[in-house]
């Protein structure tokens, strides 16, 4: 896989009304490697906020099986070969076993 990836996990814990504190994002795998992209046609989805209309799409990705990577994390930036950052901050909404060599990653752009 020809990009790598800063994964970060939340590692605050809950208080004493079980209640979720503020983010303690500790980095886990500095280096893992990973291939991602933008989905294109029927995933692009328009979401009105008031008067603005905004165009998305959705960022997924793959990586080997056994990367220490799961839902709630959060992806520091995804950079290529080069180093050149593809894609910023990520968070990551689901991880699926896809086949037998990789997992298929659903992100977000936002917390």
Not at 39 to 57: F, M, N, P, Q
Not at 65 to 76: F, N, V
Request: net charge positive.
């Amino acid at each position: 896989m020809t990009m790598r990836a800063t994964v970060y996990r939340n590692i605050s814990e809950a208080d004493a009304y079980a209640r979720a504190g503020v983010p303690v994002w500790q980095p886990k795998e500095s280096a893992m490697p990973c291939r991602f992209w933008h989905t294109t046609g029927s995933s692009l989805e328009t979401k009105h906020a008031g008067a603005t209309t905004v165009r998305t799409d959705e960022v997924i990705g793959m990586c080997p099986i056994g990367s220490d990577i799961k839902e709630g994390d959060k992806i520091g930036s995804v950079k290529d070969r080069s180093s050149t950052e593809q894609f910023g901050v990520l968070y990551v909404d689901a991880v699926l076993r896809r086949a037998n060599n990789h997992l298929s990653i659903r992100t977000r752009d936002h917390a």
